[in-house]
Every structure is written in structure tokens, then in C-alpha cells.
């Protein structure tokens, strides 16, 4: 009769390393929480399937026959993978393992999403976490196909919302970032008055953080700027007033991270004279998909995080 190892119980390979490891049967037994006689019974057992002794009898105890040796190599790769097996499916279900993909828009990508992936990463450096950070048409888009576990974006009129479980966050702080030599960095305040005729740096039309600074200038009587570079680029922004005098309007948690350390960057903010703020962003995800208890967790991080204040950057 010719012994299945497919047919193996995770019980008769655990008996049948414990012996290998111990050379005793009496003490295999105890390892495995059975008594001798059931032990033996069980070995015996294994021994009628496969036709053939696995193991020798001698005075200083049992040593693996040629076929006892390959029948205890297999056992112990076997259980090496229902251990692997049993604690992946652990990390899974706990939320400490599997993969997650997520997207933002750039605010909150850099101030509550950033804190709240270093988090799951010290507890599971395995997770696999990917970040899309895009505007809120692309997010809505990618979450609407079923691409992304989650979204932190705006509610725009030509998704339908009843898709989505929403989910409020916060609205974000307009604030105008320059490089630390230009001009304007050393005035107590600035008017829109004086940041009229300056270059600026924006994102296209649309774009919720340049449509709020153009309504602030409307609100004081005043045409938007003309010399305007459009790009949704953060890197080429950096780049282009790395090397300009122009302006460029960020939120506020970007320009922290430009602003302080341990970036601190070579750039400033400069102070206005009321605030600009922009419409609320919402925690966005798909009725329809189950969430997998990583991102679940994600969420939670990130939704803890905005009620805190997200990250401090220093």
C-alpha cells in the first residue's frame, strides 16, 4: 500500500518530526500531547500506509530509515508551510499583512496619510501600501472602478455619491509658498494688492487650491494674476521657485514639510492677512467592495490622525 502524503494529518507530521527531533518515542509523545501507546498506535499506522519501517529501534533510541529520512524531511516542509500558511492568513485577518492601495489628494496625502502608513509599517514591514496622489476627478475615477482601497478626495457633482461611503474629514488652509531670499518674505504681511503682478506657479483651472487663491483676489476687487505657469507638478513647482521670485499656493501641510525640519528646504511662507481656505475633503470608499482588513486599519490611522491634527513636521 502506497502512502498519499496528501492524506498526511497536520497530527501524524507533528509525531513524526517530534520523533526525528527526539529519538524517543516516549518523548515525542509528551512533545506532541499524546500518550506513548497512541503514539505508537499512530506511528504504526503511518508505517502500514507507506509499507515500510520509518524508523529503526535501537538501544539509544529511533533513527530514521532511507525512507524515514525522506518521509521526515517532507513532514517537516509540510508543517513549515500550514505554519506559514495559518500565520499569513492570521496577519490578514488582524490587518497586519496583504496589500493596500490607496490615493489622496496632496494635502492630506502628506499630513494624515504619511503617519499613518510609518504605523503600519513599524508593526508590519511586509504590508504592501500603494499611494496614488492625484486630483479628485482621477481619485474619484480609479475608486469608482474598483482601483483603490479607499480615496481622501472632494465629492465632485459628476460622480454619484450614493456609490461611495463618505466619510467627513477637513477642509485644507491655502498658504503661499516662496523661496527664502524673495522679496516679499520679510513683510509682516503682504496684500493681494502687492502678489498681483508676481509670477506665480498653479495648478490647471479646476484645480481647488488655485480657484480658492483666485477667489481671494476677486474678493478684494482684484483680476487674478497674468503671469501664471500652469503644471500639477509638486516637483516642478519646487523646482520652479527654487529658482524665481514667483509664488506658488499649496496647502498648508506641504509647506510645513517644505518649511521646517528635517526638510526645511530653502523656502518660506508668506503671511496674509485673512485666511484661504478650500472646500472639505471626504474618506471616500466603495459600497459595493468589501474592505480588507489592512486598509480597514489604514483607514482607521488616517481618520485618527485628521481628528488629531495629522502629522507635525520639526
Known amino acids: 500500500m502506497t502512502l498519499n502524503l496528501l492524506s498526511l494529518k497536520p497530527a501524524q507530521l507533528r509525531l513524526i518530526q517530534a520523533i526525528a527531533d527526539h529519538g524517543q518515542l516516549q518523548l515525542a509523545a509528551a512533545a506532541v500531547s499524546m500518550t506513548q501507546p497512541a503514539a505508537s498506535r499512530m506511528l504504526a499506522e503511518i508505517e502500514r500506509a507507506v509499507g515500510?519501517?520509518?524508523?529503526?529501534?535501537?538501544?539509544?533510541g529511533m533513527e530514521p530509515t532511507d525512507i524515514g529520512a525522506v518521509v521526515v524531511r517532507r513532514a517537516q516542509a509540510m508543517l513549515r508551510e500550514l505554519r506559514s500558511m495559518s500565520a499569513e492568513v492570521r496577519a490578514l485577518r488582524e490587518g497586519y499583512g496583504g496589500a493596500?492601495?490607496?490615493?489622496?489628494?496632496?494635502?492630506?496625502?502628506?499630513?494624515?496619510?504619511?503617519?499613518?502608513?510609518?504605523?503600519?509599517?513599524?508593526q508590519s514591514p511586509a504590508a504592501e501600501i500603494t499611494v496614488d496622489v492625484l486630483p479628485s476627478r482621477d481619485l474619484l475615477r480609479q475608486l469608482a472602478a474598483g482601483d483603490l482601497d479607499f480615496a481622501l478626495a472632494?465629492?465632485?457633482?459628476?460622480?454619484?455619491?450614493?456609490?461611495?461611503?463618505?466619510?467627513?474629514m477637513?477642509?485644507?488652509?491655502?498658504?503661499?509658498?516662496?523661496?527664502?531670499?524673495?522679496?516679499?518674505?520679510?513683510?509682516?504681511?503682504?496684500?493681494?494688492?502687492?502678489?498681483?503682478?508676481?509670477?506665480?506657479?498653479?495648478?490647471?483651472?479646476?484645480?481647488?487650491?488655485?480657484?480658492?487663491?483666485?477667489?481671494?483676489?476677486?474678493?478684494?476687487?482684484?483680476?487674478?494674476?497674468?503671469?501664471?505657469?500652469?503644471?500639477?507638478?509638486?516637483?516642478l513647482m519646487i523646482a520652479y521657485l527654487s529658482r524665481s521670485d514667483a509664488i506658488a499656493?499649496?496647502?498648508?501641510?506641504v509647506t510645513q514639510l517644505?518649511?521646517?525640519?528635517?526638510?526645511?528646504?530653502?523656502?518660506?511662507?508668506?503671511?496674509?492677512?485673512?485666511?484661504?481656505?478650500?472646500?472639505?475633503?471626504?474618506?471616500?470608499?466603495l459600497k459595493r467592495r468589501p474592505m480588507l482588513p489592512?486598509?480597514?486599519?489604514?483607514?482607521?490611522?488616517?481618520?485618527?490622525?485628521?481628528?488629531r491634527g495629522g502629522a507635525v513636521f520639526g
Open 249 to 253: 499656493a499649496m496647502s498648508e501641510e
Open 154 to 168: 472632494r465629492v465632485l457633482p459628476d460622480f454619484d455619491s450614493r456609490e461611495f461611503d463618505i466619510h467627513p
Open 52 to 60: 515500510a519501517a520509518l524508523f529503526l529501534r535501537q538501544p539509544k
Open 294 to 307: 489592512l486598509a480597514a486599519r489604514l483607514r482607521e490611522l488616517v481618520i485618527a490622525n485628521s481628528e
Open 170 to 235: 477637513r477642509d485644507e488652509k491655502v498658504t503661499l509658498l516662496v523661496r527664502a531670499g524673495h522679496p516679499l518674505v520679510r513683510a509682516p504681511t503682504v496684500t493681494f494688492t502687492e502678489l498681483v503682478d508676481y509670477e506665480w506657479i498653479m495648478q490647471e483651472r479646476g484645480a481647488p487650491i488655485r480657484e480658492a487663491t483666485l477667489e481671494a483676489f476677486g474678493a478684494v476687487g482684484l483680476a487674478e494674476p497674468k503671469n501664471i505657469v500652469n503644471s500639477p507638478s509638486l516637483l
Open 258 to 285: 517644505l518649511t521646517q525640519p528635517p526638510v526645511s528646504g530653502g523656502f518660506a511662507v508668506l503671511n496674509l492677512p485673512r485666511e484661504v481656505r478650500v472646500s472639505p475633503y471626504y474618506m471616500l470608499s
Open 100 to 122: 493596500v492601495r490607496v490615493g489622496a489628494v496632496t494635502g492630506p496625502a502628506v499630513g494624515y496619510l504619511v503617519p499613518a502608513i510609518r504605523e503600519i509599517k513599524r
